[in-house]
């Protein structure tokens, strides 16, 4: 069965950055992409970023342009995402979601979030 | 970026009726459209894809409608299970927005 876990909860101060993990399993890592969406508390879902699962191409929403990175291990079949320069406004659940993004552009299956904490 | 604007942003209603969302985007997006369900403490569960395609598994009483700009969630009888928030979310040219989110709660 598909199954994606992520890595456990984070605590970082203002300026650090954040490495999120996320490994996938029961299906053809390379057949499909991932996208990563954050979760603020009592807020909605924001769209971070995705990254492919066949060549690594990426592409960032604008507003995370410059402070994120994505990238993968086919080896272990993992994705992470970095973000850098942490503001308490980055306080979030962070998701990786399965993302089929040559059929249906949707999210079909989403890990079990990271909460990242920043605070001083 | 293109925007998605759900409405209403809270909804009340008691089991057994009949629901619907709507979703607004601010160009035309033709069926790349999806719906969500996400319960409190839980990761959000694909409902639909391309606009009307059921997910495997969600039950028949989901349905969704629409293309081109303007987009419905409909729930046709709702049961316990389905007060929860619900969000679409749309793809265009390799960029992806979520609605702000219906909180759907019991009457």
């Known amino acids: 069965q598909v199954q994606l876990v992520q890595s456990g909860a984070e605590v970082k101060k203002p300026g650090a950055s954040v490495k999120v993990s996320c490994k996938a399993s029961g299906y053809m890592f390379s057949d499909y992409g991932f996208s990563w969406v954050r979760q603020a508390p009592g807020q909605g879902l924001e769209w971070v970023g995705w990254?492919?699962?066949?060549?690594?191409?990426?592409n960032y929403a604008q507003k995370f342009q410059g402070r994120v990175t994505m990238t993968m291990d086919t080896s272990t079949s993992t994705v992470y995402m970095e973000l850098r320069s942490l503001r308490s406004d980055d306080t979030a659940v962070y998701y990786c979601?399965?993302?089929?993004?040559?059929?249906?552009?949707?999210?079909?299956?989403w890990g079990q979030g990271t909460l990242v904490t920043v605070s001083s | 970026d293109i925007q998605m604007t759900q409405s209403p942003s809270t909804l009340s209603a008691s089991v057994g009726d009949r629901v619907a969302i709507t979703c607004r985007a601010s160009?035309?997006?033709?069926?790349?459209l999806a719906w969500y369900q996400q319960k409190p403490g839980k990761a959000p569960k694909l409902l639909i894809q391309k606009a009307s395609s059921l997910e495997s598994g969600v039950p028949s009483r989901f349905s969704g409608s629409g293309s081109g700009t303007e987009f419905t969630l409909t729930i046709s009888s709702l049961q316990p299970d389905d007060f929860a928030t619900y969000y679409c979310q749309q793809y265009n040219s390799y960029l992806y927005t979520f609605g702000q989110g219906t909180k759907l709660e019991i009457k």
């Open positions: 979601a399965r993302d089929n993004m040559v059929a249906t552009y949707a999210f079909d299956y």
């Open positions: 990254i492919t699962g066949y060549n690594g191409n990426t």
């Open positions: 160009q035309s997006i033709s069926t790349w």
